[in-house]
């Protein structure tokens, strides 16, 4: 058998921005380029030993990170700011009655779910996230501001709808774009920091309520109308800035030096799948080594990448695809509650409105530090199920104080449960997507299978917006934590099913049932690769 090291780089005379850099190890589309020399002569780490890691991290960190905080932070704000307008008066002033307001909370996670894998298509397809996800937040800011001149019930309704179709396409589409910058291995924390920004936001939004509510009759209007008027307009504001800002692929990065770009993309295509750098593979005629992390080609994209429509079966076809769903459901069901009604409950315990905002603050304040620090350990240790399982299990602690508070009387215990269930909620959600990206390989099949696990997670906001009545939260309480042990339940099955396959996958290697199979197979193969170890 030929070592894979001795291989031609396919070089064709022509290729223009059509054509990709390909990890074969990944089977991922790592970067669009004409420049070959980063995989001709700058393979091995001394070839780049003139580049600090670590100060081109930072730099990707501060000029990627910060950005698409925001946008989420405002994403969240916009969305759960009804939760805060409904204790100011919103649902009084326009004669709602609770399941007329409950629809309008519903009617926005349809779209929601139903638009996020369209939406993470046409970005695959568009290929510039600095121009496709800036122009879907200036049109749900605008949104946002009209929702603050409705009239009644149906123009609520109506605003609702249109928030949710154009804001599906934020979560999973920054979730993919951080998953071309980082390795596997520094995924969650990047995905800690920005989701950190909902908890943030529902800080802020608190905090804001509180201030904003104060402008009552200013202008001749409420101050429940100020908050959707004043929240969509800094939304606009802010999404004409990031259209100037905001960075596309590695490549093409102004951020990064030429030198670093490459560094970049090596570390890309360099990020192996197998503890080990080496086995033995042997075959009839042969005993050679073999790098787990084949040999890199530059491959035409419609001779060899899947299209779109074979990602999308193939995702639906996954079977690891629908345990990710139901993870991300129990999760998204508990969370949605939470922004939703955590001010009424809090408000429930006998606090007034304003109190209630406040009180609100330290519970996500201390939720953020917690999903960050969470994210950096989980990915020191490369453990995702062992952070999510441990927060489900605070989740429904939680819930279970609340339900006993509420039955007591007992307003500490509920605040106290309510501490716990945020915590949890919140370190956990950015630990469950990036599971999912970590054990998907090529970049068609994760933009569309992330979308699908976050679109029909994503309905379970609708779920949990009809779980709650005015005043009787036990139900709602007992309905989140069973959600948050379903959650448990589906990353046993799932760490149980990772272990087995990753010990046959070293076993068939060792065996030698893959000598005769060539690097551009193995990049056919994808996750379905035996050099691709899943992780748990």
Same mark, same amino acid.
């Given at each position: ?334 969370? $949605?509650?939470?922004?939703?009604? *955590? ?5 429930? =315990? +006998?606090?007034? #409105? &304003? ?94 299978a992330m979308a699908i696990q976050i679109g029909i997670g994503n309905f379970g906001g609708a779920f949990s917006s ?6 009787? $939260?036990?139900?709602?309480?007992? *309905? ?5 042990? =379903? +959650?448990?339940? #589906? &990353? ?45």
């Amino acid at each position: 058998m030929t070592s894979s090291s001795n291989k031609s780089i396919t070089k064709p005379e022509e290729l223009d921005r059509g054509s990709f850099i390909y990890d074969v190890n990944r089977g991922d589309i790592i970067a669009t380029t004409n420049d070959y020399s980063v995989f001709e002569d700058e393979k091995s780490p001394e070839d780049f030993s003139d580049v600090d890691e670590k100060a081109v991290l930072k730099k990707i960190d501060w000029h990627l990170l910060p950005i698409v905080s925001v946008l989420y932070l405002l994403a969240y704000l916009d969305r759960g700011n009804i939760g805060n307008a409904k204790i100011e008066g919103l649902t009084e002033d326009l004669g709602l009655t609770d399941n007329q307001y409950n629809i309008c909370l519903t009617m926005f996670f349809i779209p929601y779910a139903l638009f996020e894998v369209p939406s993470n298509i046409l970005l695959k397809k568009i290929g510039k996230q600095s121009i496709y996800l800036p122009t879907i937040m200036l049109i749900w800011g605008i949104i946002m501001v009209t929702m603050g001149t409705v009239k009644g019930y149906h123009g609520l309704l109506v605003t609702r709808l249109f928030l949710g179709v154009f804001e599906s396409g934020l979560f999973p589409g920054i979730s993919y774009g951080l998953s071309i910058y980082y390795l596997r291995s520094e995924l969650q924390l990047r995905q800690a920091m920005f989701y950190s920004a909902a908890s943030i936001a529902g800080a802020f939004s608190g905090l804001l309520a509180f201030a904003i509510a104060k402008m009552h009759g200013t202008g001749g209007y409420e101050g429940w109308r100020w908050i959707f008027i004043l929240e969509g307009l800094l939304t606009v504001i802010v999404a004409f800035v990031v259209y100037f800002i905001m960075p596309d692929y590695p490549d093409t990065a102004k951020f990064l030096t030429p030198r670093e770009r490459k560094f970049v993309l090596w570390r890309l295509a360099n990020d192996n799948t197998i503890k080990n750098d080496e086995i033995e593979v042997h075959s009839e005629s042969t005993t050679s080594s073999r790098r787990f992390a084949p040999d890199l080609g530059i491959f035409n994209e419609k001779e060899h990448d899947i299209t779109m429509k074979q990602a999308f079966f193939t995702s639906v076809k996954d079977w690891q695809i629908y345990f990710h769903i139901l993870n991300f459901f129990a999760i998204c069901v508990p969370t $949605y509650a939470v922004a939703l009604f *955590l001010p009424s409950v809090v408000k429930n =315990m +006998g606090y007034s #409105s &304003s109190r209630a905002q406040l009180m609100t603050i330290p519970i996500y304040i201390t939720a953020s530090i917690s999903a960050i620090i969470q994210g950096y350990f989980s990915d020191k240790f490369s453990i995702r199920s062992l952070f999510i399982c441990g927060n489900l299990l605070l989740v429904i602690i939680g819930f279970i104080m609340n339900i006993v508070g509420q039955e007591t009387g007992t307003p500490g215990v509920i605040y106290a449960g309510c501490f716990l269930a945020v915590l949890g909620l919140y370190s956990s959600f950015p630990g469950c997507t990036t599971w999912c990206a970590n054990n998907l390989a090529n970049s068609r099949k994760r933009a569309i299978a992330m979308a699908i696990q976050i679109g029909i997670g994503n309905f379970g906001g609708a779920f949990s917006s009809n779980f709650y009545k005015t005043g009787a $939260y036990t139900m709602g309480h007992g *309905l989140s934590l069973g959600f948050a042990a =379903m +959650g448990i339940v #589906s &990353s046993t099955v799932l760490v149980l099913n990772y272990k087995r396959i990753n010990k046959k996958r070293e076993k068939d290697l060792s065996n030698g049932k893959y000598d005769d199979t060539t690097d551009e197979e193995f990049y056919r193969m994808g996750d379905k690769s035996p050099f691709f170890k899943y992780k748990c």
